[in-house]
């Protein structure tokens, strides 16, 4: 999966400053703190599916502990989600509430087949 980092001021001024292009590897763990707060639903959205498609049904979002504003906002985007059955914070040895562990709905034999 390929996702295009964003900058901190909105719009490319030159070539120079055109958003990076990074490969996010698809392993089921998925660290954000190099994203931008604004990028992570359309990240999430894209990797949690992408999962699906490999059949990977359990994924490690990793947003770190600090004031929990990014965790909060992780778990409102994953609470709004239809493809998602369950989540919860990470136990101890796997991050701890700086990580969300996300149960995905496995999809129907009949939509596979669509």
């Known amino acids: 999966m390929y996702h295009q980092v964003m900058q901190d001021n909105n719009l490319p001024q030159n070539d120079s400053e055109i958003p990076e292009v990074v490969e996010i590897p698809i392993t089921g763990t998925i660290d954000l703190h190099t994203f931008h707060p604004r990028e992570i639903s359309d990240l999430l959205s894209e990797y949690l599916k992408e999962c699906i498609e ?19 906002r992780v778990h409102r985007f994953l609470s709004s989600c239809d493809f ?5 914070l990470a136990d101890a040895r796997s991050g701890g509430w700086g990580a969300t562990v996300t149960i995905l709905k496995k999809p129907d034999k009949a939509e596979k087949n669509d």
């Not at 049904?57 to 504003?69: C, D, L, Q, Y």
């Open 84 to 88: 998602v059955a369950d989540f919860r």
């Open 54 to 72: 490999r059949g990977i049904f359990e994924v490690t979002i990793i947003h770190g502990k600090g004031a929990g504003v990014l965790r909060e």
